[in-house]
C-alpha cells in the first residue's frame, strides 16, 4: 500500500503538473487554433468513453457520426462493466484534471457527485443557444442530470430492471416471485439448461438494484421522499428473504455471488436458463445471431410481483462533457447527436435500450425493435419514473448497501440483522 | 587550524555528493508519506466543493461565486415573473441580501479584480488556475457570506415547500454558492480516532494478517525446497531455473484474471479440479465464500511469489561453501543434519532478508485481491490497501483515505523494523566475529 500510494501520489502529482503546464501553454495556443479550424478543416480528436458495451449501438453511433461530421473525429473508449469500477477509474483521471476524454456516459447516480467535485461542464448555455427543448424528455431523467440549479448531463437511456424468458421453455408468464420460484425449479435441466434463473449477485451496484427490487414487491422502502432512511420495515427483511431464498436455492449458479450483467447476460445468451433478470439490453443480446444461441427464442414481461406489486429499479445513463476537455464545443456538438433524435434511434435499435427522448416511441424502426417500446404501458411507466435519488453521499449508502446484502446472502447474518445494520450505518452518513 | 578547516571542507564535500542521493530519497520516499500524514488531518472530499482541498484559512472560491451569482440575478428575474407578487416579493429580498454582501464584498479592490479575472475566464470558457480560483478572505467576511446565503436558503426553501416556486432552479442555485464558502477543513487526529475504533478497519486489518502470515509462510516452505532442488547438480537445470521464474514475471493483474477463470465455479478448470477430488463440496464455493476467497487469493499469491523467495535463497545458498559439505560427509552426518546444521544457519541472514520482502510486499496486497475478488463476498477479503482505496477513489474521501494509508505505512514500518532489528543484530554479529 505504501509503495503503490507513493507510486500513485508521485504519478498523479506528476500528471497533474504535467497537465496543468499543458493547459496553460496550450491554451494561447487553441485559442488562436480555434479561430481559425473552420478555415483549415483541422479534423478534432474527441474521446468518447462508456462502460462495456455488448451491442454494436456504441459502435454504430461513432461511425455514423463520424462520417457526418467530417471536422471531428470520435473515439469510443469502454470502460469496465462493473459500473463501480468505471466510476472510480473516472474519478482518477478526473482528479488529475485530464483531459484524455472529453464526453462520457454517467450512471444516473453519479451527477450529484461529479457536478459537486467540478468535475462536468454545465450544459445550460449550450442548451440555451441550440434552443433544445427539455420537455421532450423524459422528466425524470433530465432531473437526474439536474444538481444545484444546473444542468449537467443529458439523458442518453432508461434502464428498468425486467424479467427475460425463453418462450421454447415457459408456457406461462410467472406473475408473483413465487410463482417464478416454481417455474424456475420445474425448468432447471429442461432444454438443455443448468439453472432456473440468473440475476446480479456479486458485491457492487447491482447487488443493490436487485435488492431494491425485492423490498419494493413486498413494500419495503429505502429512503423517503425526503431522503431519510426508512430501511427499517417490514417489506424490507421480507423482500430480502425472498432474495436469500432465491440465492440459496438450487436453480441459480451455486457461484452466483460472482455474477455481474455480463456473466448472468453469457450464461443466458447460452442458453443455460430459462429465466433472467436484466436491463432492456438483453433483449438485442440474446436475439442477436452472432453472440446469442437463443435468438428468436426471447420474450420479456415486468419483474415477478411480491405483495405490494411488481417493482423495477429505475436505472439508467447520462451522458456529460468533462470540464478539462480541450474541445468543449465539439464535445457539446457530439453529446447533442448522442443524445438527440439520431443517436437515440441507434441506441434504441442497435442496443434495446429505452430512449429518454420521448418522441423516438413514436417512430416506427424503434417500435420493432423491442416490444417494450411499443408497449404505452411501458412508455407511460417510465416517462413517469424518477430513478434512484441524487445526493452526493450515494456512493458511501451504496456501499454499506453492497456489504450487508453481501453477508445477510452469503450466510453470515440473517435478513434481520442485516436491515438493522444498514439502517444504523446509512441514518449516520445521512444526518 | 588550517587543518580542521580543510578537514571542514572535506566534510562538506563529502555532504555535497551525497546530497542528489538524500534530494531523491526525500522527494520520492519521505515526501509522499509526510504529504499523506499531512492530508490526513484535514477533512478533504473531493465531492464536497469547499473541502475539496486543504484550507487552513477562510476564503471564497471564486469560480463558484462568478458562476452562480449571475445565474442567481438570472434565475430570480426569471421566476418573479413566474409567480404570485407575494413570493416575488420575498425573492426580490433574498436577492437584496446577497448583493449587499456581494456590495460589501466589492468594496476590497482586490475581491473585484479577481472577480473580473475570473468571469473573463469562464466566459472565454478557460479552465481556472488553483491559484486564481480562491482569494483569501477575512473570517468575518466568509462567515458574513454564508450567514446570508443560509439564510436565503431557509427563505426560498420555506416558498419552495408552500409551493409558491415554479421551479427548484432558485433553491439550487443558492445551494451551490453556499459552496464558495471556504472554511479551514483541519480536523487534526480524528480520523485516526475514528479508525482505531473502526470494526470494519480491524477486520480488513485481520484479513491482511491473516494472508500475509500464510502466505509468507507458504511461500518460504516451498521457496526453500525448490531453492535447495535447483542447487543440485542434473540435466536442464539452466532450463528449470528460468522456467521457475515464469509466474514471478507475469503481471499480478493477468494472473489474477487468468486464476479467476480458473477458480470461476461454472467453467473453472481448478473449481472443477477441486471438486472432483473432494477438496470442496461444490466448485462454487472458491470465490463465494470466506474461506473459499481467501484460500484462492493465498494460493495465487503462493504460486505467484514463490518463484521470487526461490530466487533469493538460491542466491544465498551458492554462497555456503562446498567444504562444509565434504568436511560433514566426512565426519559421516546425514544428509537430513547437513541440511539443519549448516544449510540453514548459513542461510539464515538470506532468509531474513527475503522475509522482509515478502512480508512488506504481501502486507501491501492489492492488485491480486482487487481484480480477483474485489474484497467480496461480504468483505471477507478486503484487505486494508483496498479499504483505504475504496474510501479514496470509490467515496472520494481523500482525507479519511490518507489516515488508512499512514496506518499501513505504520504497520509497514514496525514490521521492518522488527525485522531489521534481527537482521541487524545478526549482521553485526557476523561482523565483529570477522
Known amino acids: ?27 494561447t495556443a487553441d485559442n488562436n487554433k480555434s479561430t481559425d479550424t473552420g478555415s483549415k478543416d483541422e479534423k478534432v480528436k474527441l474521446v468518447f468513453a462508456r462502460g462495456k458495451d455488448t451491442t454494436a449501438a456504441s459502435n454504430h453511433i461513432v461511425e455514423e457520426f463520424n462520417k ?72 425524470g431523467a433530465v432531473q437526474a442530470g439536474n444538481f444545484n440549479g444546473q444542468q449537467w448531463t443529458m439523458p442518453k437511456f432508461i434502464d428498468t430492471g425486467l424479467l427475460f ?52 414487491a413486498y413494500g419495503g422502502k429505502i429512503l423517503d421522499d425526503k431522503g431519510q432512511v426508512v430501511i427499517n420495515n417490514p417489506g424490507t427483511v421480507k423482500g430480502l428473504k425472498k432474495m436469500i ?120 424502426d424503434v417500435q420493432k425493435a423491442s416490444p417494450l417500446f411499443a408497449n404505452k404501458d411501458f412508455v407511460n411507466g417510465i416517462s413517469k419514473a424518477v430513478p434512484r435519488p441524487t445526493s452526493p453521499q450515494y456512493p458511501k449508502i451504496s456501499d454499506i448497501m453492497q456489504i450487508e446484502i453481501s453477508k445477510a446472502i452469503a450466510g453470515q447474518e440473517t435478513a434481520e440483522e442485516a436491515v438493522q445494520n444498514m439502517d444504523a450505518k446509512m441514518k449516520e452518513v445521512v444526518k | 587550524m588550517a587543518k580542521s578547516k580543510r578537514r571542514m571542507s572535506e566534510k562538506q564535500a563529502g555532504y555535497l ?61 426569471n421566476e418573479k415573473k413566474q409567480v404570485e407578487a407575494p413570493a416575488a416579493g420575498e425573492l426580490d429580498a433574498v436577492l437584496q441580501s446577497v448583493l449587499a454582501v456581494d456590495k460589501e464584498l466589492n468594496q476590497d479592490p482586490k475581491f473585484t479584480d479577481r472577480y473580473t479575472q475570473v468571469d473573463d475566464l469562464l466566459n472565454n470558457m478557460q479552465p481556472v488556475p488553483d491559484d486564481v480560483k480562491f482569494l483569501d478572505a477575512e473570517q468575518v467576511q466568509a462567515q458574513k457570506l454564508k450567514d446570508t446565503l443560509q439564510d436565503a436558503e431557509k427563505k426560498v426553501l420555506a416558498l419552495s415547500n408552500d409551493k409558491q416556486l415554479k421551479t427548484e432552479n432558485v433553491l439550487g442555485i443558492v445551494r451551490g454558492l453556499e459552496g464558495s464558502v471556504i472554511e479551514p477543513n483541519f480536523v487534526g487526529l480524528a480520523y485516526y480516532k475514528q479508525y482505531l475504533t473502526d470494526s470494519r478497519m480491524w477486520a480488513s486489518l485481520g484479513n491482511t494478517v491473516l494472508f500475509t502470515v500464510l502466505s509468507v509462510v507458504c511461500e518460504l516452505v516451498l521457496g526453500l525446497w525448490i531453492a535447495v532442488l535447483i542447487n543440485k547438480q542434473f540435466i536442464g537445470r539452466g532450463l ?26 461454472q467453467n473453472g478448470i481448478l473449481a472443477h479440479v477441486f471438486w472432483k477430488i473432494g477438496l470442496i ?10 474461506w473459499g476467497a481467501m484460500f484462492s487469493t493465498i494460493f495465487a499469491d503462493v504460486w505467484k511469489t514463490t518463484p521470487f523467495m526461490a530466487l533469493l535463497l538460491f542466491a544465498g545458498l551458492q554462497t555456503i561453501p562446498e567444504s562444509l559439505y565434504e568436511a560433514a560427509e566426512v565426519d559421516g552426518a546425514t544428509k537430513r543434519q547437513q541440511f539443519f546444521r549448516i544449510t540453514l544457519p548459513m542461510l539464515k541472514t538470506s532468509i531474513l532478508v527475503a522475509l522482509l520482502f515478502r512480508t512488506l510486499d504481501a502486507f501491501r496486497v492489492f492488485d491480486l485481491v482487487y481484480v480477483l475478488t474485489g474484497g467480496g463476498p461480504a468483505n471477507s477479503t478486503e484487505t486494508i490497501s483496498i479499504y483505504a482505496y475504496k474510501t479514496m477513489f470509490a467515496q472520494m474521501n481523500f482525507g479519511a483515505g490518507s489516515a488508512l494509508s499512514v496506518l499501513v505505512f505504520l504497520c509497514v514500518a514496525l514490521i521492518s523494523m522488527g525485522y531489521i532489528k534481527i537482521l541487524g543484530a545478526d549482521l553485526i554479529g557476523e561482523n565483529s566475529g570477522k
Open chain 1, 245 to 364: 431464498e432465491v440465492v440459496k436455492s438450487d436453480f441459480v449458479p451455486s457461484n452466483i455471488t460472482t455474477f455481474t450483467e455480463t456473466e448472468s447476460a453469457t450464461a443466458f445468451q447460452e442458453g443455460q436458463s430459462a429465466f433472467i433478470r436484466n436491463w432492456p439490453y438483453q433483449f438485442a443480446a440474446a436475439n442477436d445471431t452472432k453472440q446469442s444461441k437463443i435468438a428468436g427464442k426471447v420474450a420479456l414481461a415486468p419483474l415477478p410481483a411480491g405483495d405490494a406489486g411488481s417493482a423495477a429499479t429505475l436505472g439508467g445513463w447520462l451522458s456529460g462533457i468533462n470540464k478539462n476537455s480541450k474541445h468543449p464545443k465539439e464535445a457539446w456538438e457530439f453529446l447533442k447527436y448522442l443524445t438527440g433524435k439520431e443517436g437515440q434511434k441507434i441506441t434504441a435499435v442497435d442496443g434495446g435500450s429505452a430512449p429518454t427522448l420521448l418522441p423516438e416511441y413514436d417512430d416506427a
Open chain 2, 17 to 77: 555528493m551525497v546530497f542528489p542521493a538524500l534530494l531523491i530519497i526525500l522527494v520520492i520516499a519521505i515526501w509522499p508519506v509526510v504529504r499523506s500524514f499531512w492530508i490526513s488531518l484535514y477533512d478533504v472530499r473531493l465531492n464536497d466543493p469547499t473541502k475539496s482541498q486543504i484550507h487552513s484559512a477562510y476564503g471564497i472560491d471564486m469560480e463558484r461565486y462568478a458562476n452562480g451569482l449571475p445565474l442567481l440575478k438570472s434565475n430570480i428575474a
Open chain 1, 68 to 139: 457526418t461530421h467530417p471536422n471531428i473525429q470520435v473515439e469510443l473508449r469502454e470502460m469496465p462493466s462493473d459500473t463501480g469500477q468505471s466510476h472510480d477509474q473516472y474519478v482518477t483521471m478526473f482528479s488529475a484534471k485530464s483531459s484524455e476524454i472529453d464526453v462520457f456516459d454517467l450512471d444516473v447516480i453519479w451527477p450529484a457527485e461529479f457536478a459537486q467535485a467540478g468535475y462536468l461542464l454545465p450544459l445550460d448555455r449550450f442548451i440555451q443557444q441550440d434552443s433544445i427543448n427539455m420537455n421532450d424528455y423524459i422528466q
Open chain 1, 1 to 27: 500500500m505504501k509503495g503503490w500510494k507513493k507510486v500513485t501520489t508521485a504519478g498523479l502529482v506528476t500528471m497533474m503538473a504535467v497537465t496543468m503546464v499543458g493547459c496553460s501553454s496550450n491554451n
Open chain 1, 165 to 216: 424468458y425463453r418462450t421454447d421453455l415457459v408456457k406461462e408468464v410467472p406473475k408473483t416471485w413465487d410463482d417464478l420460484i416454481a417455474q424456475a425449479k420445474a425448468t432447471k435441466g429442461q432444454g438443455g439448461t443448468q439453472f432456473g434463473y440468473l440475476m446480479q449477485a456479486k458485491q457492487y451496484e447491482g447487488l443493490v438494484c436487485n435488492f431494491v427490487e425485492f423490498a419494493a
Open chain 2, 281 to 290: 463440496s461444490d466448485p462454487g464455493v472458491l470465490l463465494t465464500t470466506k
Open chain 2, 240 to 265: 528449470v531455473r528460468a522456467a521457475v521464474l515464469i509466474p514471478w514475471a507475469i503481471p499480478t493483474v493477468i494472473s489474477a484474471l487468468m486464476w479467476k477463470f480458473m477458480y470461476d465455479g
